[in-house]
């Protein structure tokens, strides 16, 4: 899933020429095949753009698209699609995203990346993480309105992963004392010795070893989550779902759940159920920023603190001055902006070396921690793209 990280490495990257590919893709099916051959005549077109516009020859173009001419064979890669492809290419940087939305095809060559099409998985209305556990496993999946992905978080393997340790324990205690171990207390705060302390009531012991699991879950999951602040979904049947809420309870954890046994559905089941809970609460949150921005534009003393020419907007939001931005989905304002007059210049159309100033006031916007909403473009004050908030 593509995520705020991901777009902060991008922006970093300041080396001409930059290569952004985007592409709708299929999950399964013959089609796959098409979205081959898709790749390969977008890889073309970038070629000729680095020979034509940015004066590199043939074999070195070749050279640059070599990350991409790589996919064209790779059978296994091909297999584990979601519904758009996303690929960034610069020099000593290759970075491919498959996501949950179907993108544009769409090939642009520059002196920096564009993620214009991938802008509605960072917006605020939108983003959350699905926590799944069951006894035997736990799963974190962050997910958008769009669909789910699984992270690369290394959580601990079940209640099994307890008993092994206890079991372990215990073969200690019962054996010579040069071999035997401390007590040891896990991340949860039950400690592995004592919970032989319940010895004859398997009851009891069961759900210490439980308890102990969540909490490492829990752990785990607080760590990873430092930078997020969007809300936590628990899918769990109820007896983890009373332990974890109880116990643990990690701070983007929402009060209301999802009661089911995870391993009993799909990830799309899981996806369908977690944003149902969340979706009432994205909906609010963005009826709130249009009534805030439009009661602080309808009124003379406080419409100073609003924005809405893009091109205001990006600079304020450069700025880090735009708390909340409101975009009009789908809209692209071409110009350019000035470094030296710290001004940005809209353009009627597209030309060589034109950025879009809606992208970056958005990408502006979230970098230094401001508030995105997509909304329909009749929301917005007529004819404007952005509505800005302005912090001061």
């Known amino acids: 899933m593509f995520c705020k990280n991901d777009l902060e490495r991008l922006l970093a990257v300041d080396t001409a020429p930059a290569v952004s590919i985007f592409m709708p893709t299929h999950i399964a099916g013959r089609e796959i095949r098409q979205d081959v051959i898709r790749l390969r005549n977008l890889m073309a077109k970038a070629q000729d753009e680095l020979c034509e516009k940015h004066g590199l020859r043939r074999p070195d173009a070749e050279t640059f698209m070599k990350p991409v001419a790589d996919l064209l064979d790779q059978g296994e890669f091909w297999r584990h699609m979601d519904r758009g492809l996303a690929v960034f290419l610069a020099k000593g940087v290759a970075a491919i995203h498959r996501v949950p939305i179907e993108l544009p095809e769409e090939v642009c060559v520059n002196s920096r990346f564009t993620v214009r099409p991938l802008l509605p998985l960072l917006a605020d209305d939108g983003n959350f993480m699905i926590l799944a556990v069951t006894a035997g496993r736990a799963r974190l999946f962050s997910a958008t309105r769009h669909g789910i992905a699984e992270e690369d978080v ?105 009661f089911a046994n995870p391993d009993a559905l799909e990830p799309e089941e899981i996806h369908r159920r977690a944003y149902a809970v969340v979706q009432p609460m994205f909906d609010q949150a963005r009826r709130a920023a249009l009534e805030h921005f439009n009661a602080l534009h309808g009124d003379r003393s406080t419409a100073e603190r609003t924005m809405t020419r893009v091109e205001d907007a990006m600079v304020a939001a450069r700025e880090g001055r735009v708390g909340v931005l409101l975009v009009a989905e789908n809209d692209r304002i071409w110009g350019h902006y000035r470094e030296d007059y710290h001004r940005a210049f809209p353009l009627h159309h597209e030309t060589d070396g034109a950025i879009d100033l809606v992208e970056h006031a958005t990408m502006e916007t979230l970098l230094r921690g401001g508030e995105v909403h997509v909304v329909a473009k009749g929301e917005l004050p007529s004819g404007a793209s952005t509505a800005a908030i302005l912090r001061f």
């Open 154 to 258: 290394d959580l601990p393997h079940g209640v099994a992963e307890i008993d092994a340790e206890t079991d372990y324990d215990e073969n200690n205690r019962n054996s010579a004392p040069p071999a035997r171990h401390g007590d040891r207390t896990d991340r949860g705060g039950v400690s592995m010795v004592k919970t032989h302390n319940f010895g004859e009531d398997p009851e009891e012991l069961r759900k210490a070893h439980l308890i102990s699991y969540i909490g490492r879950v829990c752990a785990k999951v607080q760590d990873h989550l430092k930078t997020f602040h969007g809300p936590l979904v628990l899918v769990a049947e109820d007896e983890i779902q009373g332990h974890l809420r109880k116990n643990t309870h990690p701070r983007a954890l929402i009060e209301k759940g999802v």
